[in-house]
């Protein structure tokens, strides 16, 4: 070891790269420039590929139907003008083959949380966005799903 040469102690994979080094494939849609910005930044300091952005979920739906990309997970938050994160998870269902979907948002009640996991939501994560919270909640999610998909 030469002078000046430090052994790397962080040996943690970054958190948005699959087992197979290939980076998690995101949309971030929220109607908040400020907090979608805030997001992106969050998940590409661990690797995630921040395939679009939406400011609502019809400009998500229509971004999604043109990808040439399976994404692994959206984050939206729930109220947002157009359509809403609650209608626009309701549609991606509907399609079938639909990604992780991780709502980050105001608080709501409880009721409204209960449908959407009912729906297919895999979390529910409240504002104001936090970053160790966003990270480990979704790498909890896509941990899940990836082991869910080991066993089909």
């Known amino acids: 070891m030469k002078k000046g040469d430090f052994p790397n102690l ?22 908040k420039e400020f907090h979608r910005k805030q997001i992106v930044q969050i998940l590409e300091s661990e690797r995630y590929t921040i395939v679009e952005t939406a400011v609502n979920g019809k400009e998500a739906l229509d971004k999604i139907a043109k990808l040439k990309v399976r994404l692994d997970l959206i984050t939206t938050e729930l109220d947002m003008p157009v359509i809403d994160g609650y209608a626009m998870l309701y549609e991606l269902k509907q399609k079938g083959n639909m990604p992780a979907v991780v709502f980050i948002a105001e608080d709501t009640t409880k009721g409204v949380m209960q449908d959407l996991i009912t729906m297919g939501a895999k979390d529910f994560i409240l504002k104001p966005v936090n970053r160790r919270i966003i990270l480990e909640r979704i790498k909890n999610v896509l941990s ?9």
């Open 10 to 31: 962080n040996t943690k994979l970054p958190d948005g790269l699959m087992p197979s080094g290939m980076s998690y494939k995101v949309m971030v849609v929220d109607s």
């Open 144 to 152: 899940k799903r990836a082991l869910q998909t080991q066993d089909i």
